[in-house]
């Protein structure tokens, strides 16, 4: 039997099951720690408020910070803050229901134009390279992925 080492082992957050299907069985063990130097950087950059606190960066940090805001000594600005970096690194989703925004709907009708003015400008390419319609090259398009079918409905 060969003994094994694992090195540079991290363990930040221990679940009851291997996939939960719920966020909150899982348990954070460590939250991520910035040096004074990197807060003072991302208080600078807006990725932090002014004093270096509530950093964020990513998914984890905004949801560190969600936990964390009922420590904010002026509460509504951080969770100005938060909102802020939350539209900022595109994880508005993370937010708590209770703020009562409106989170994904703006984002998805961006991104469902952005599709629709990429199959429209396909459409017209190959209609005008192969002589097809355009209506005929569009649902051709359409036909062969029922995802963008979905997307698009």
């Known amino acids: 039997m060969t003994r094994r080492i694992l090195h540079e082992l991290k363990i930040d957050k221990i679940a009851a099951v291997d996939r939960p299907c719920q966020e909150a069985a899982t348990m954070t063990l460590m939250k991520r720690s910035f040096t004074p130097a990197e807060r003072e950087r991302l208080a ?4 932090a408020m002014d004093d270096g606190s509530f950093p964020i960066v990513t998914a984890q940090d905004l949801r560190n910070a969600i936990h964390a805001l009922n420590r904010a000594r002026d509460y509504s600005a ?7 970096r939350a539209q900022a690194i595109g994880a508005e989703d993370q937010l708590p229901d209770s703020w009562g925004l409106q989170k994904a709907a703006p984002a998805f009708a961006a991104q469902r134009q952005g599709v629709h003015e990429a199959l429209t400008a396909i459409a017209k390419a190959t209609a005008a390279t192969t002589g097809e319609t355009f209506e005929g090259a569009y649902s051709r398009l359409l036909m062969n992925s029922r995802e963008l079918q979905r997307a698009l409905s």
């Open 44 to 47: 600078d950059t807006g990725a």
């Open 78 to 84: 951080v969770k100005s803050h938060i909102i802020a």
